[in-house]
């Protein structure tokens, strides 16, 4: 009796055994599938999606850029580039933010950004190669080109464009200035000028900079004959944009006279005027050289301050500013240049 029940259990046991190892199988694969797999979250516990997910929301996060002229835009942060001269005309650095004073519309405003760092630029250099510079002009710019190069940040980087008839990107975004000079030798002069087309590109350039100053450095007689943006266009990007254009009127001693050379210093100093920037109109090679060497040195004694107006709205409207500089004891009369307002719209400020 006892023989045949050991008998029986070992028969089932036998029997059950391949049962037993498919069902640990099925148990494994199931618990390898769970770890394979996350498990889905409830409503409550659904992420929130990420900047990275889609190429629109990175973009529409942080900073976003203008198709049309890539400026930088999403911020109410007004910012100034302001430079400061005493009455000789030398740059004066090392104030405080105490001694500066904003005003929007009138209205006093906080400053709650200031900075006085010799920091780098994103320089466009924009250099007319067209028959109204022809004989020494393109030269003697060269040539002056080359003490701005010497003088500026070490860190500054250039972008290069020449124009005639039409604009041409000759260098994107380098920090050799020798490489400037050396493109330089190798343009062809023609009749036709394009010069606010030049200027377009130089803004659109510069906004993609690496470094948040950005100037532009515009050296030419001033005329134009062959854009297809107009001098209107081209003013209102500069009120809109937060570059500085600096102009170099290249002159010879029959276009100070002429009405062409009248208007063309007329269109500097308009343009230059609008963006805080400011035109020179050397008469001989050595004011020139003087003349370059300045603008680099103005770039790196500059004060760089910030404001957010109460109540702001993108109501695309002008809104002028002024800055007040109240020098330290003992200090004569300081003289103070900045751009002078901005549209409230979602374009950089």
Not at 327 to 345: N, S
Request: aromatic share 8%; hydrophobic share 35%; glycine share 8%.
């Amino acid at each position: 009796m006892y023989l045949a029940k050991r008998y029986a259990t070992k028969l089932l046991l036998a029997s059950s055994l391949p049962l037993l190892i498919l069902t640990v199988a099925v148990v494994a694969r199931s618990q390898e599938t769970t770890q394979a797999k996350p498990a889905q979250p409830t409503a409550s516990q659904t992420p929130t999606p990420t900047p990275t997910q889609t190429p629109n929301q990175k973009q529409k996060l942080g900073v976003e850029l203008d198709d049309r002229t890539g400026i930088i835009t999403n911020t109410d942060l007004i910012t100034l580039t302001v430079t400061v001269t005493d009455t000789y005309g030398r740059y004066v650095s090392g104030l405080s933010k105490s001694a500066f004073s904003v005003f929007d519309d009138k209205q006093p405003q906080e400053i709650t950004f200031f900075s006085d760092d010799d920091s780098p630029v994103s320089v466009g250099v924009i250099f007319d190669v067209s028959g109204s510079m022809s004989g020494d002009k393109v030269k003697r710019a060269r040539d002056a080109l080359s003490k701005f190069i010497q003088t500026s940040h070490d860190s500054d980087e250039y972008f290069l464009i020449a124009f005639n008839s039409r604009a041409q990107l000759l260098l994107d975004k380098t920090r050799d200035g020798d490489s400037v000079l050396n493109k330089l030798t190798f343009v062809d002069t023609k009749s036709q000028t394009a010069l606010y087309d030049a200027c377009y590109l130089g803004v659109e350039k510069v906004q993609r900079g690496s470094h948040p100053k950005r100037a532009l450095l515009l050296i030419s007689d001033g005329q134009d004959n062959d854009s297809r943006y107009t001098f209107n266009e081209l003013r209102k990007l500069l009120k809109e944009s937060d570059v500085v254009l600096y102009a170099i009127g290249i002159l010879s001693g029959n276009d100070a006279g002429s009405s062409l050379g009248m208007e063309g210093q007329g269109v500097l100093d308009e343009l230059s005027g609008v963006s805080g920037g400011k035109a020179f109109f050397p008469h001989s090679a050595a004011e020139m050289d003087d003349i370059f060497e300045q603008i680099a040195l103005e770039l790196r004694h500059q004060y760089s301050i910030g404001y957010r107006p109460e109540a702001f709205q993108n109501d695309g409207k002008w809104h002028r500013v002024k800055v007040k500089v109240q020098p330290p004891r003992g200090l004569p009369r300081l003289f103070v240049r900045f751009k002078e307002g901005y549209y409230a719209t979602p374009g950089a400020r």
